[in-house]
């Protein structure tokens, strides 16, 4: 056949491949979510096979692994105790509280690691959602400027405890704009705010809440998290955060919502995080378990596509893996 254009000489050997890729996932893309809670014992979590949660010093031990393997970003979620929850949550502000003790620590043990936290509600608050809940006739509602309040004191609690990005998780309106201020009037001008940016009401976050106890005790998050179904409010919610000072932006979960994420990148200049959240994590592990699909092909294969629609960072529970897998690749 006469052919000016093949296609395939650009896929003849591994080295033309190596030459013409145009996505590559890098160690330093991987952020490391961290389950720990006061306990002294780490416990295999049951909702997400192979993903522990830590004692503090199992944490930090495991924070000293990843950065080993070249990781230098971790994103920390606890657990906490049932008595120190309250319809408020103000456990998340106390500065001798469990987060704090945790980014001290590890600030010391390990002083190169980014420490990202997590800024919600729903580890401290009694009701299980990422605000304040009132119930009025039996209708349930999340308080918002209430809830801003209390997230700005949980976001300097961090702060001042060493922290360098804080997550606001929470989907509330204004909180990076408020966050920002409070951090700024403390002196903390150097803490970043990581906003989930496009957090959806998804199915997918069910191990996760296992993980920590956290599902709401009643209702859904559905009138604070976003509609499944929409991509143009995401980016109305990227206006708003970029207004509001946020340093990086996030679209959660991140397999599921590819379009969205790439709609983003089109849309921003700001660095873009996508989170695999846990379902996305359980279902590789599900059918990898079963020997039905190849782990280390499929996870990054997972991340690549990510990536590739136009995430700068991801945070994911195989970040460990990925960072020894990426190490041996270069051996
Ligand atoms: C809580 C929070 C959730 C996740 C991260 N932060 C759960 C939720 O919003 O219900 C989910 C992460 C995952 O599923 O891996 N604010």
Redesign the pocket.
């Known amino acids: 056949m006469e052919m000016m254009i093949r296609g395939r000489r650009n896929r003849r050997t591994a080295a033309v491949r190596g030459l013409v890729r145009e996505t590559r996932l890098h160690v330093e893309d991987l952020i490391l979510p961290l389950f720990f809670h006061i306990d002294g014992d780490d416990v295999a979590i049951e909702s997400m096979p192979g993903c522990t949660r830590w004692s503090l010093q199992g944490l930090v031990a495991e924070v000293k692994s990843a950065y080993s393997l070249g990781i230098r970003a971790v994103v920390l979620f606890p657990k906490i105790e049932e008595d120190l929850k309250s319809p408020n949550g103000a456990e998340c502000a106390n500065d001798s509280g469990l987060v704090p003790t945790a980014i001290r620590e590890i600030r010391k043990a390990c002083p190169g690691m980014c420490i990202i936290t997590?800024v919600?509600l729903?580890p401290y608050n009694s009701d299980g959602h990422?605000g304040i809940v009132v119930k009025e006739g039996g209708k349930l509602e999340i308080l918002n400027d209430e809830t801003v309040e209390v997230l700005c004191a949980q976001a300097l609690c961090h702060a001042r405890a060493g922290a360098d990005t804080v997550a606001p998780?929470?989907m509330m309106d204004g909180r990076v704009g408020a966050i920002r201020v409070a951090l700024d009037e403390e002196g903390f001008t150097g803490v970043g705010i990581m906003s989930y940016t496009a957090k959806y009401a998804s199915a997918?976050?069910g191990?996760?809440?296992g993980a920590l106890d956290s599902a709401p005790k009643e209702g859904d998050?559905k009138t604070y998290q976003m509609d499944p179904g929409n991509a143009r409010e995401a980016i109305r919610e990227l206006l708003m955060d970029e207004e509001e000072g946020a340093d990086i932006v996030m679209v959660k979960p991140a397999g599921p919502y590819l379009d969205v994420i790439a709609r983003l990148r089109d849309e921003t200049t700001l660095p873009i995080a996508a989170?695999q959240?846990?379902?996305e994590y359980l279902m590789i592990k599900s059918a990898c378990s079963g020997g039905w699909l190849d782990e280390k092909a499929v996870v990054m294969e997972s991340l690549l596509g990510i990536k590739r629609a136009g995430a700068d960072m991801i945070l994911t529970y195989f970040a460990k893996d990925v960072a020894s897998w990426l190490k041996n690749s270069l051996e």
Do not use: I, L
């Open positions: 997590d919600a729903d990422d998780s929470d997918f976050y191990p996760f809440r998050k989170y959240v846990s379902g």
